[in-house]
């Protein structure tokens, strides 16, 4: 069942308040990661009845590039199109602010998640191998397989699918 966007309002986080560290660990396990990345990032946050759902961090890389550094929807609210909610949210401030194009890394082991960015227009553009294993001290597995590689995709705003 997805939700309905109405009953939701995707605002920017001031980040001086609080810090949804329960949300960005469920999309990083590395707290030392996700407080050097936060620092530059805009953090969007998906919020219904005061209660925030979802986050996103949306981290510039150039002028006119940013990278989704985090994605993460409360597990109990996963699957009613929160998520895509937050990205499609994420590109549009991106195309407003005239950025060209919008990246997002995931494991190769992140099945679905790769299910989602693909349907969302992101395409696979490069893979780091072995960027699980050089970055985080503990092996991550997912869906039985093991975490070695990051798979970068990205999407190009001046040419929308
Ligand atoms: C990945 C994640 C952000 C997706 O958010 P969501 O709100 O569940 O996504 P949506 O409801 O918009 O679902 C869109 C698609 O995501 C996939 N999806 C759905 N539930 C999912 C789940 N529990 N885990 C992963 N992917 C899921 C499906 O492909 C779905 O497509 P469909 O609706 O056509 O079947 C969310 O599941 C999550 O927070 N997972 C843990 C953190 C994480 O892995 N973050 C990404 C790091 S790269």
Redesign the pocket.
């Known amino acids: 069942m ?1 939700l309905e966007r109405q009953n939701l309002i995707i605002k920017k986080l001031d980040l001086t308040n609080t810090i949804p560290y329960d ?1 960005l660990l ?3 396990p590395s707290k030392e990661l996700v407080d050097r990345y936060l620092e530059k990032s805009e953090v969007f946050a998906a919020i219904q009845a005061d209660e925030i759902l ?1 986050v996103l961090a949306l981290y510039p890389l150039t002028d006119d590039t940013a990278e989704i550094k ?6 109990e ?10 990205i499609e949210e994420a590109v549009r401030h991106a195309t407003i602010r005239k950025l060209k194009t919008v990246f ?4 190769n082991s ?1 099945i ?2 790769l ?2 960015y693909q ?1 969302l227009g992101f395409q696979v553009i490069e893979v780091k191998h072995d960027y699980f294993i050089q970055h985080y001290a503990e092996p991550i597995f997912e869906n039985g397989i093991q975490a070695r590689h990051m798979i970068v995709l990205s999407q190009d705003l001046t040419h929308p699918t």
């Open positions: 997805k949300l469920l999309a990083d979802g985090n994605l993460a929807v409360k597990p609210c996963q699957g009613q199109g929160i998520g895509s909610y937050l997002i890394g995931t494991a992140s679905r998640q299910s989602l349907k």
